[in-house]
């Protein structure tokens, strides 16, 4: 197997393992200044100069999208990812404390495995179709009940 097929697996494999530390961090940041909307406004002003200045980097090399394509870019998409992360990180700073780590991510695991089952067997988002089977039900339903275990035992 080549590297290029390789990386995605490895490196969502690393980025999994960094998140799973994200919302203790911003847990404890929210204990510190009071409010779990307060924490993930300062992760994601962090993260958007970090972004800032490796998409500036990048942008040096490669250049910047043209103002034709900026603006044949659909509104929402400028908005929706960010919107959804926001969620995210305010939900996980404010939930994590409260119900731990482990719970956070087992009840996060499986409700995003079933979202994205469904997002694949209907094609939503501008996703290629990818049928439900047996086995992916059984595998989704083997996480739920590991789920339910972290969380109740």
């Known amino acids: 197997m ?4 390789v ?4 490196l969502t494999l690393v ?11 911003n ?3 929210s204990g510190h200044l009071g409010s779990p909307i307060r924490a993930a406004l300062v992760s994601f002003t962090a993260g958007a100069l970090i972004m800032l200045a490796t998409v500036s980097v990048v942008a040096f090399r490669s250049g ?3 103002p034709e394509r900026i603006m044949n870019t659909p509104p929402h998409l400028f ?5 959804l992360g926001a969620l995210f990180v305010t939900t996980a700073a404010w939930a994590t404390p409260k119900i731990g780590t482990g719970s956070f991510f087992a009840l996060l695991f499986a409700a995003q495995l079933i979202a994205a089952m469904a997002i694949d ?4 988002f501008g996703i290629e179709e990818r049928s439900v089977t047996l086995m992916r039900l059984l595998g989704a339903g083997l996480l739920t009940l590991g789920a339910w275990l972290v969380v109740n035992h």
Do not use: C, E, T
């Open 27 to 29: 847990g404890q940041l």
């Open 79 to 83: 908005v929706i990812g960010g919107a």
């Open 121 to 124: 067997h209907f094609g939503l």
């Open 2 to 5: 080549s590297l290029n097929a």
């Open 15 to 25: 980025a999994g393992a960094m998140v799973a530390a994200q919302p203790a961090f």
């Open 7 to 10: 990386a995605p697996y490895v």
């Open 64 to 66: 910047w999208p043209s």
